[in-house]
């Protein structure tokens, strides 16, 4: 069998659109593949902010790749008829099957985040230097590896605050990458869940990759009333990279199980729907201590009043 990549060049405040349009018609997984640049050491790249983002998908040869290519298109013309951001179009090319498994695989690259948090694919090389904390992903198509400014923004946060021997939440694991994180950098415990079975299998490879399974507790479910009641006052920093609507309608929970002093670092906000985060968050007592932005994404940092 023969694959078609399917790629969009686009805005990176676009990227969640175009991502969602193409994962409509392919089920193959989507590759997020962002501008980098490599540093003086010549084995990691830095993220370049506010460039152009390439989205890639994969569907099989089989004689309907040419309807979803045209679907695609539409797609894409209804973006750039709105015209809020740069959509580029679709571009396609052919990929032989012995190439298909490890093709999306040469768009992730050891990169270095924040000053010394090094995310490393699996599959790649990587000499640290003694500072560097470097972390071990084996996404698949599923998850990216830490590149989204969402995600870049929280580990940063993480990098900044967790000491050695705190209790971290992660709330939305996904594939695991903020709990690894923690672990690396000291936290004695971190309990990471998610409503995905998908994700939470990715988490958990993922943590036994890095040689943190016992240190790293991974649960399928959600963060209710009830589950947050048994969480009261755990955690000394709970970290959250959801979307804003989701953060706001779970801010009682999140609140909740925060210890006193401690802290919550919430993303996945664009900046026109902030208020949907923020303002559940601030009826719960916390305070907002830091913001930080990338694009038109945002972190917010609440502490809770000890």
């Not at 593949?33 to 460039?51: F, K, M």
């Not at 903020?178 to 000291?186: C, D, E, P, V």
Request: glycine residues 8%; aromatic residues 6%.
């Amino acid at each position: 069998m023969h694959w078609l990549e399917l790629t969009v060049t686009t805005h990176p405040d676009a990227v969640e659109s175009v991502s969602e349009l193409l994962s409509r018609y392919t089920t193959e997984g989507i590759v997020i593949e962002d501008p980098i640049e490599l540093l003086e050491d010549g084995q990691a790249y830095r993220v370049r902010q506010g460039e152009p983002v390439q989205v890639h998908a994969y569907t099989p040869i089989d004689g309907t790749e040419e309807e979803i290519s045209q679907r695609v298109r539409e797609g894409l013309w209804h973006f750039a008829s709105i015209g809020a951001h740069f959509v580029g179009e679709l571009q396609t090319r052919a990929v032989n099957e012995e190439d298909w498994a490890n093709a999306w695989k040469e768009y992730y690259h050891v990169t270095l985040i924040g000053e010394r948090l090094v995310i490393r694919p699996s599959w790649r090389q990587y000499t640290p230097k003694p500072e560097e904390v470097v972390l071990t992903l084996d996404p698949g198509m599923a998850f990216g590896t830490g590149l989204h400014p969402t995600t870049r923004m929280c580990l940063e946060q993480l990098e900044k605050r967790v000491t050695p021997g705190m209790r971290i939440l992660d709330v939305g694991t996904g594939s695991g990458i903020l709990a690894i994180a923690a672990a690396k950098l000291g936290a004695e415990f971190i309990h990471a869940i998610d409503n995905s079975s998908v994700a939470t299998e990715s988490a958990s490879e993922n943590a036994a990759l890095n040689e943190l399974a016992e240190r790293i507790k991974v649960e399928l479910g959600e963060l209710t009333p009830e589950s947050a009641g048994q969480m009261k006052g755990q955690y000394d920093i709970v970290v959250a990279n959801i979307i804003a609507h989701v953060i706001g309608a779970i801010a009682p929970q999140l609140a909740t199980t925060v210890a006193p002093g401690g802290l919550l670092v919430v993303s996945g906000i664009i900046e026109a729907r902030r208020p949907d985060a923020e303002g559940p968050l601030l009826e719960t007592g916390l305070e907002l201590v830091e913001e930080t932005m990338i694009e038109d994404w945002l972190a917010l940092v609440f502490r809770k009043r000890a």
